[in-house]
């Protein structure tokens, strides 16, 4: 790997150093979700918003290069904003130590060490404790704090602002040992209902990329629990290059009728991230230097049979869109929506993107743009609706 390149938190906090790390970091946090995005979610018509938070922002180590805390005093600011502003908040535990995927948005890619390996059940061991901590102190009332320099006092209970809670985002069990990370979600829970009791947030667990049904029967003495699955059409070589009507209609052909049966025979269904995309164009979506399936190059990939024509560049150059294109996104968008609707609720991601560098992950700019629906809950297209 080149010295000079940061592929992932971990590399970009080794290659700056604590102190140019811990500038960097805190800029972006103060510079990219302010205030006003809290209050434009709600003019968009959301109810809650999905935070994640890295496993370092509350129980740093020192053989990691992360800039500790700092991550977790933002988070409580964006809580204190959502709680003004009429909204509620799923925090996510986004990141385990040791990495429970081995992608880049787990905080350290390469090698999976959640579960695996030599060390993998300490990791699993510490991400437990991560886990302990985080509900330990939503748990408790929060300290006396000054919003607009007026005091918030202790009695509005973090729960009433924090009502659900993303164990582990996204462990990658088509690689790791299926039983060991189920114990794992086992043991998780019986820590946080310790903790918690009855009363705590409803947890959300991910379905480990196994799909819904093989989940039957698992949940069956969880109180108060989702299945948390992500939807998306682009890392499915079939799907991403199916056609664009076919896209438009799948939700709503295909997934809709698996959350409504999941939700009825394994657990309450909720979909926890989808997007615009139909490709996989995004940068750094797949990793910093990976390629792309849409065009052919991902893994190294350079068999062009499918689609040689297929262009990124092309694809992602919002302002050259057609206004057909944008009533495509819309349609789709709505549909996601309406289909998802079918289990328990959904979150989009992502509320934005670095100068809009993503504008098929970024809904900022589609609200901004046209192609999505100016209040959320009032929608022109849905499952019923093919125009």
């Given at each position: ?5 940061a592929v992932d938190e971990w590399t970009l906090c080794e290659r700056l150093g604590p102190t140019k790390a811990r500038q960097v970091l805190e800029h972006h946090y103060e510079t990219f979700i302010t205030e006003a995005d809290f209050a434009r979610i709600r003019q968009m018509g959301f109810n809650h918003v999905r935070i994640p938070i890295g ?333």
């Amino acid at each position: 790997m080149d010295d000079h390149v940061a592929v992932d938190e971990w590399t970009l906090c080794e290659r700056l150093g604590p102190t140019k790390a811990r500038q960097v970091l805190e800029h972006h946090y103060e510079t990219f979700i302010t205030e006003a995005d809290f209050a434009r979610i709600r003019q968009m018509g959301f109810n809650h918003v999905r935070i994640p938070i890295g496993h370092w922002a509350i129980r740093p180590s020192s053989q990691e290069p992360f800039v500790p805390h700092v991550a977790w005093t933002y988070l409580l600011r964006g809580i204190q904003w959502a709680r003004k502003y009429g909204l509620r908040v799923m925090i996510e535990l986004h990141t385990a130590p040791g990495s429970q995927n081995g992608w880049n948005h787990s905080g350290r890619s390469g090698d999976i060490r959640w579960l695996n390996g030599d060390h993998g059940q300490y990791y699993a061991d510490e991400t437990k404790r991560v886990v302990m901590d985080i509900v330990s102190f939503f748990n408790k009332d929060p300290p006396e704090v000054k919003d607009d320099n007026k005091t918030i006092h202790s009695h509005n209970v973090w729960s009433h602002v924090v009502p659900v809670f993303g164990v582990l985002n996204e462990p990658a069990m088509m690689i790791i040992k299926k039983e060991p990370a189920k114990q794992w979600y086992k043991d998780s829970y019986s820590a946080i209902r310790n903790i918690t009791g009855h009363q705590g947030p409803i947890l959300s667990y991910h379905d480990g990329f196994l799909g819904l049904s093989p989940w039957k029967g698992f949940f069956t003495d969880f109180d108060r629990t989702f299945l948390e699955t992500h939807m998306y059409l682009i890392f499915d070589p079939n799907l991403v290059y199916m056609e664009r009507e076919k896209q438009a209609a799948f939700p709503c052909d295909t997934w809709r009728e698996q959350l409504a049966d999941a939700s009825q025979q394994v657990a309450p269904v909720m979909v926890g991230e989808f997007s615009f995309a139909t490709n996989d164009c995004g940068k750094y979506l797949n990793g910093v230097g990976l390629g792309t399936r849409y065009e052919n190059t991902m893994n190294g990939n350079d068999d062009d049979s499918r689609c040689p024509q297929c262009n990124c560049t092309q694809v992602e150059d919002w302002p050259s869109w057609t206004s057909g294109y944008k009533h495509f996104l819309n349609t789709f968008v709505q549909r996601q929506m309406d289909a998802y609707e079918a289990g328990v609720g959904w979150f989009f991601w992502t509320y934005k993107t670095e100068q809009h560098i993503n504008p098929h992950w970024d809904y900022s700019l589609a609200w901004e743009k046209g192609w999505a629906p100016k209040d959320v809950n009032q929608r022109e297209f849905s499952c019923k609706k093919t125009q």
